[in-house]
Each structure stands twice: as structure tokens, then as C-alpha cells.
């Protein structure tokens, strides 16, 4: 672990798994287009999807020196959101952000056999395991047809770049739909690449033209706070009811529920049964776990009898 991220030796090469700067002399993979992902400054070489590229492009950031692969490195998909990969290389598999469970367009990740196992643990606590996709549609369905009824309106929300087009596809046969323009902004890019999701139009065209008058609609939009202006316009002159989608709905010890009206469990992560699962199916013989629940997540790892310890920015320059 350095300051810039995880950083492995090997080979004679120096590759970083999503660097926080680039390394002007290490081939600097960059898992997808989450901006905690994207590094913030050029140089070296960038090893990513064209995918991530293209999504990085339009958050801002322009890579340069980019390839989509390089001898001896395996790009694997990771199901977390459009272009999304893991990495496999001597040996080693690094994770960045995965999810074994089919949702919408996106297919579960596909684990490869490795020696030495790098993996995000979001989720890794027992207390996060998540509802079956096809039981939150039917929930999600029930409450929207219930809201029509009264004539109330309903924003969706998730985040902008992942969830926003899994709700796009998954819910957008309701009508008529709308969309937050940074959202119709990312479908439009996921239709480029050949995602299919129903057309919707922009919120600032539908307000100016009169047509969020007409209730009850749909909307999908990011996730925001209740208290920021979209929102509290929404709620004021349409009445609108807010239904957020996050993994950390599946935990009232986390404040996730309290800032919608309604709160869903959903995510583009793995919850704790699926990282396990994927731990043992890796076949790995050491694992080094990362972001979220990480001292925990290789505590329960050893209890099974695996060798685990978690990755920390305080604890640089110790591992491979
Ligand atoms: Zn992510
Ligand atoms: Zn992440």
C-alpha cells in the first residue's frame, strides 16, 4: 500500500490498481468511472476499458496514453457498471468494485482462480445481505402503481453513473417518464454503447413546457440531499415522493433511510454472502481486502480458515 493506492511489484513492472495519481513510470489500471476510481492528474500508461474512458471523458477527465489491453493482463468484467473491470495478472486478482448478482443489463461478474485475491468488502459485514432483485421490483412496482392512484408523482433515485440505468431499465416501462438531464446525459451514453433503456425527456425541457403539471409521472434522478433545491421544488409544487435505492437501506444503523421518503435496498456491490462466496470460489490462498468493512470482512475470512488481511492507507509500503 502506498499513498497513491495499491501498488504491486512484479515482474520487474510496477502496476498501480486505482491510483489516486498516476505513476509516470507503472501501468496504472483504473477499474471504471466512478469518480473515487478515476485518478485525478495524466501520465503513464492508463490501462482501462473503453467504457471507462468514454464515461471518464465526460466527468471531465481525458486520458491520455490509455489502452484497453496489455500483454499478460486479463481485463475481467466485474458487473458493478458499464465497463467495469477487475484485474488478473501474475497470479493476482484485483476486484475494483464487483457484483456477482445479475441486475437489468448488467451480468454478474464471472470470478477467475488466482493465488493472491485484492477485494473491495463494501459490504462486508453479515448484516448486509441483499433481497432478491425480481422481490424489489415487485415491492417497487406495488408502491408506484399505489402512488398513481392518489395521483402522486415519483422521483427514483440512485447514483447517477450504475443505478440510475438499472432503474432506467427496470422501471421505465412507467409513464411518462423523466429524467434529471445528468441522467438522461449517462443513458444517453449507455445507448451509444448499445445499452437499451426506454427515452425519456430532460426535467428542465419537461418543467419549461409544462408537462411535470400533468401528474402523476416517473422520474429517475441522482441521489441528492432532500434539502437541495431540485428536490425541495419537486416536493413543493408537485408534491413529488422520493424513493432512494442504496445498499446501506438494508441497515438501519446507517442514516441512508432517513433521506427519502422511501429507502430501498439495492447495489452494485456484492453483499457479505456473495464476497464470500467469491473469496471461496477464487480459490485464493491470500486475501487482501479494501474499502468498507475491511478489518472485519478478513476477520471473518480467517475464522473460515483463510489467509486475510486488510489493505489500509496507514499500513504503507507493507504488502507484495
Ligand atoms: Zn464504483
Ligand atoms: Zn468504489
Known amino acids: 500500500m502506498t499513498k497513491n493506492g495499491i501498488l504491486c511489484q512484479t515482474n520487474g513492472r510496477r502496476v498501480y490498481l486505482d491510483p489516486k495519481n498516476t505513476d509516470d513510470t507503472g501501468i496504472n489500471f483504473v477499474s471504471h468511472a466512478h469518480s473515487d476510481h478515476l485518478p485525478s492528474k495524466n501520465g503513464g500508461t492508463i490501462l482501462a476499458s473503453l467504457e471507462t474512458s ?177 428536490l425541495q421544488e419537486m416536493k413543493s409544487k408537485y408534491n413529488a415522493v422520493t424513493v432512494g435505492f442504496s445498499g446501506w437501506a438494508q441497515s438501519p444503523r446507517f442514516a441512508f433511510g432517513r433521506r427519502t421518503d422511501y429507502s430501498i435496498p439495492m447495489s452494485d456491490h456484492c453483499d457479505f454472502n456473495e464476497l464470500v462466496d467469491m473469496v471461496v470460489k477464487s480459490g485464493a490462498e491470500q486475501v487482501y481486502t479494501i474499502h468498507g468493512f475491511v478489518e472485519e470482512f478478513a476477520e471473518h475470512l480467517r475464522k473460515m480458515g483463510i489467509s486475510a488481511q486488510p489493505l489500509r492507507e496507514d499500513s504503507l509500503d507493507d504488502f507484495i
Open 54 to 230: 468514454e464515461i471518464a471523458n465526460l466527468r471531465g477527465f481525458k486520458m491520455q496514453n490509455h489502452v484497453q489491453n496489455l500483454d499478460s493482463f486479463s481485463l475481467i468484467d466485474s458487473g458493478h457498471i458499464l465497463g467495469a473491470k477487475g484485474l488478473l495478472f501474475d497470479d493476482i486478482f484485483y476486484t475494483g468494485d464487483i457484483c456477482t448478482r445479475d441486475r437489468g443489463f448488467l451480468k454478474g461478474a464471472k470470478i477467475p482462480k488466482c493465488k493472491t485475491l485484492i477485494t473491495e468488502c463494501t459490504f462486508g459485514l453479515p448484516e448486509f445481505v441483499f433481497p432478491k432483485i425480481e422481490d424489489t421490483q415487485k415491492h417497487v412496482n406495488e408502491l408506484i402503481s399505489d402512488l398513481y392512484g392518489k395521483g402522486i408523482p415519483v422521483i427514483l433515485m440512485g447514483y447517477q453513473l450504475g443505478k440510475a440505468q438499472t432503474l432506467t431499465q427496470i422501471f421505465g416501462h412507467w409513464g411518462p417518464l423523466y429524467f434529471h438531464d445528468s441522467v438522461k446525459q449517462m443513458n444517453l451514453l449507455h445507448q451509444k454503447f448499445g445499452i437499451s433503456l426506454n427515452d425519456g425527456i430532460g426535467h428542465t425541457e419537461a418543467q419549461r413546457s409544462g408537462l411535470l403539471d400533468k401528474k402523476p409521472w416517473v422520474m429517475i434522478a441522482p441521489m441528492m440531499s432532500s434539502k437541495s433545491a431540485f
